[in-house]
């Protein structure tokens, strides 16, 4: 984990790149896409992929005190970061005080405000980057709990196995395929499109999202893929 040079801004890494946040692809949902603007995906995909790495905040990184505006926001930041064990120190006492005036700097398991003791850190976070990270952490968080409870025994996630089927060949020999292979089969180019037919195929079937639910995200998937292609003049 986390020996990948991240870029600026970069939320994740998935399928050989790194995904940013674009919020112009749907303004009521964030969207993850690559750096040259020509793909985009909506949170669930990425976890699917076998390559998949969140760009987790460490020692290091800071939040621009510009970033934090409101207080919600400000407390918005500390909930996120401590999914990832950072817990305030002694000096975040008054909220009021800490959210208009300093940044947020994470060190040796602790957030710090921005002073001459605790100078700004090398790698900056954006607030709206940070609740990305945040949702993917979340994100996985419930499917960690979810594999754990049908197999308490397992030490290893195996997701990748609800999407696995034995189908048999023109010839008649079964063998065993899953989602990706299906994918490769049948490209369409499109991520957006390739999660929402991933879903269609398992609709309903995985055990942490019902059928509706699973439906409703493919929709919003290909609503993606229909509006990537019309902004690109592709349609």
């Not at 621009?64 to 930041?77: G, R």
Request: negative net charge; aromatic residues 10%.
């Amino acid at each position: 984990m986390n020996n990948i040079e991240w870029k600026e801004g970069a939320v994740c890494y998935a399928d050989g790149q790194q995904w940013f946040l674009n919020t112009e692809i749907n303004k009521n949902q964030y969207q993850l896409s690559n750096e040259n603007l020509d793909s985009s995906a909506s949170f669930d995909w990425f976890l699917s992929q076998r390559d998949f790495q969140l760009n987790e905040p460490r020692q290091g990184y800071y939040i621009p005190k510009s970033e934090l505006d409101i207080e919600q926001k400000c407390n918005d930041t500390v909930e996120v970061l401590g999914l990832f064990g950072f817990k305030p120190n002694s000096r975040f006492a008054s909220y009021q005080d800490m959210y208009s005036e300093f940044a947020i700097l994470i060190d040796d398991g602790k957030l710090y405000q921005e002073s001459e003791t605790y100078p700004p850190c090398k790698r900056k976070l954006t607030y709206n980057q940070l609740m990305a990270i945040g949702k993917l952490k979340r994100l996985m968080n419930e499917r960690d709990k979810v594999n754990t409870s049908e197999n308490p025994n397992s030490s290893e996630l195996k997701d990748g196995d609800k999407y696995i089927r034995t189908i048999y060949g023109l010839c008649g020999t079964p063998i065993k395929v899953d989602v990706y292979r299906v994918s490769d089969a049948f490209p369409t180019g499109s991520a957006p499109i390739d999660h929402a037919v991933k879903k269609m195929l398992c609709a309903g079937l995985r055990g942490h999202k019902d059928k509706l639910t699973d439906i409703d995200n493919a929709i919003e998937s290909l609503q993606a893929a229909r509006l990537l292609l019309i902004q690109k003049g592709e349609a």
